[in-house]
Nanobody, 125 residues
Framework: QVQLVESGGGLVQAGGSLRLSCAASGRSFSSYAMGWFRQAPGKEREFVAGNRWSGGSPYYADSVKGRFTISRGNAKNTVYLQMNSLKPEDTALYYC??????????????????WGQGTQVTVSS
Protein backbone atom coordinates (compact mmCIF):
# COMPACT_ATOMS: atom_id res chain seq x y z
CA GLN A 1 0.00 0.00 0.00
CA VAL A 2 1.12 3.55 -0.73
CA GLN A 3 0.40 6.59 1.39
CA LEU A 4 0.77 10.13 0.11
CA VAL A 5 0.75 13.18 2.35
CA GLU A 6 0.77 16.72 0.94
CA SER A 7 1.87 19.85 2.74
CA GLY A 8 2.85 23.42 1.99
CA GLY A 9 -0.45 24.93 1.03
CA GLY A 10 -1.64 28.24 2.36
CA LEU A 11 -2.81 31.75 1.61
CA VAL A 12 -0.65 33.89 -0.66
CA GLN A 13 -1.10 37.13 -2.57
CA ALA A 14 -1.21 37.15 -6.35
CA GLY A 15 2.31 37.09 -7.76
CA GLY A 16 3.63 35.15 -4.79
CA SER A 17 5.06 31.66 -4.55
CA LEU A 18 4.43 28.44 -2.68
CA ARG A 19 6.13 25.06 -2.68
CA LEU A 20 4.00 22.01 -2.15
CA SER A 21 5.52 18.78 -0.88
CA CYS A 22 4.30 15.23 -1.19
CA ALA A 23 5.79 12.59 1.07
CA ALA A 24 5.21 9.03 -0.01
CA SER A 25 5.53 5.92 2.09
CA GLY A 26 4.97 2.26 1.52
CA ARG A 27 6.27 0.45 -1.51
CA SER A 28 9.27 1.52 -3.58
CA PHE A 29 8.46 4.28 -6.08
CA SER A 30 11.23 3.71 -8.52
CA SER A 31 8.85 2.53 -11.23
CA TYR A 32 5.96 4.87 -10.54
CA ALA A 33 4.93 8.15 -12.12
CA MET A 34 3.82 11.02 -9.95
CA GLY A 35 1.41 13.80 -10.63
CA TRP A 36 -0.17 16.90 -9.15
CA PHE A 37 -3.82 17.71 -9.66
CA ARG A 38 -6.11 20.43 -8.38
CA GLN A 39 -9.78 20.89 -7.84
CA ALA A 40 -11.55 24.20 -7.39
CA PRO A 41 -15.05 24.41 -5.88
CA GLY A 42 -17.69 23.36 -8.39
CA LYS A 43 -15.11 22.18 -10.91
CA GLU A 44 -13.66 18.84 -11.92
CA ARG A 45 -10.26 17.72 -10.74
CA GLU A 46 -7.69 18.75 -13.32
CA PHE A 47 -4.13 17.81 -14.18
CA VAL A 48 -1.40 20.25 -13.18
CA ALA A 49 1.97 18.48 -13.61
CA GLY A 50 3.42 15.00 -13.87
CA ASN A 51 6.58 13.06 -14.50
CA ARG A 52 8.10 9.63 -14.33
CA TRP A 53 9.55 8.96 -10.91
CA SER A 54 12.86 8.03 -12.55
CA GLY A 55 13.01 11.42 -14.25
CA GLY A 56 12.66 12.70 -17.77
CA SER A 57 10.80 15.58 -19.33
CA PRO A 58 7.90 16.68 -17.14
CA TYR A 59 4.42 17.46 -18.38
CA TYR A 60 2.41 20.53 -17.46
CA ALA A 61 -1.05 21.90 -18.01
CA ASP A 62 -0.96 24.88 -20.35
CA SER A 63 -2.36 27.08 -17.59
CA VAL A 64 0.69 26.56 -15.37
CA LYS A 65 3.46 26.10 -17.92
CA GLY A 66 6.37 28.43 -17.18
CA ARG A 67 5.14 29.12 -13.64
CA PHE A 68 5.05 25.71 -11.93
CA THR A 69 7.82 23.11 -11.66
CA ILE A 70 7.50 19.49 -10.56
CA SER A 71 10.62 17.92 -9.09
CA ARG A 72 11.77 15.02 -6.98
CA GLY A 73 13.51 15.59 -3.69
CA ASN A 74 16.86 14.21 -2.68
CA ALA A 75 14.92 11.93 -0.38
CA LYS A 76 13.58 9.44 -2.87
CA ASN A 77 10.10 9.46 -1.41
CA THR A 78 9.37 13.17 -1.87
CA VAL A 79 8.02 15.15 -4.81
CA TYR A 80 7.57 18.90 -4.95
CA LEU A 81 5.50 21.40 -6.87
CA GLN A 82 7.11 24.82 -6.96
CA MET A 83 4.48 27.41 -7.83
CA ASN A 84 5.55 30.90 -8.85
CA SER A 85 3.65 33.93 -10.13
CA LEU A 86 0.49 32.62 -8.55
CA LYS A 87 -2.86 33.88 -9.78
CA PRO A 88 -6.27 33.92 -8.10
CA GLU A 89 -7.40 31.28 -10.60
CA ASP A 90 -4.80 28.91 -9.13
CA THR A 91 -6.90 28.72 -5.96
CA ALA A 92 -7.84 25.08 -5.41
CA LEU A 93 -7.29 21.98 -3.35
CA TYR A 94 -4.07 20.44 -4.64
CA TYR A 95 -3.59 16.67 -4.69
CA CYS A 96 -0.53 14.52 -5.09
CA UNK A 97 -1.07 11.23 -6.93
CA UNK A 98 0.95 8.17 -7.85
CA UNK A 99 0.62 5.61 -10.59
CA UNK A 100 0.98 1.98 -9.58
CA UNK A 101 2.58 1.21 -12.92
CA UNK A 102 3.82 3.33 -15.76
CA UNK A 103 0.97 4.14 -18.14
CA UNK A 104 2.41 6.89 -20.32
CA UNK A 105 -0.64 9.01 -19.53
CA UNK A 106 -0.08 11.67 -16.89
CA UNK A 107 -3.19 13.71 -17.60
CA UNK A 108 -6.08 11.48 -16.60
CA UNK A 109 -7.15 10.95 -13.01
CA UNK A 110 -8.13 7.34 -13.71
CA UNK A 111 -4.53 6.38 -14.49
CA UNK A 112 -3.48 7.16 -10.90
CA UNK A 113 -3.87 4.54 -8.21
CA UNK A 114 -3.01 6.46 -5.05
CA TRP A 115 -4.03 9.91 -3.85
CA GLY A 116 -3.19 12.17 -0.99
CA GLN A 117 -5.75 14.03 1.08
CA GLY A 118 -5.02 17.38 -0.56
CA THR A 119 -3.62 20.72 0.58
CA GLN A 120 -5.46 24.01 0.10
CA VAL A 121 -3.91 26.82 -1.92
CA THR A 122 -5.66 30.18 -1.84
CA VAL A 123 -4.40 33.10 -3.90
CA SER A 124 -5.81 36.52 -3.07
CA SER A 125 -6.03 39.33 -5.60
Amino acid sequence: QVQLVESGGGLVQAGGSLRLSCAASGRSFSSYAMGWFRQAPGKEREFVAGNRWSGGSPYYADSVKGRFTISRGNAKNTVYLQMNSLKPEDTALYYCAAQGSYSGNYYSTHTYDYWGQGTQVTVSS
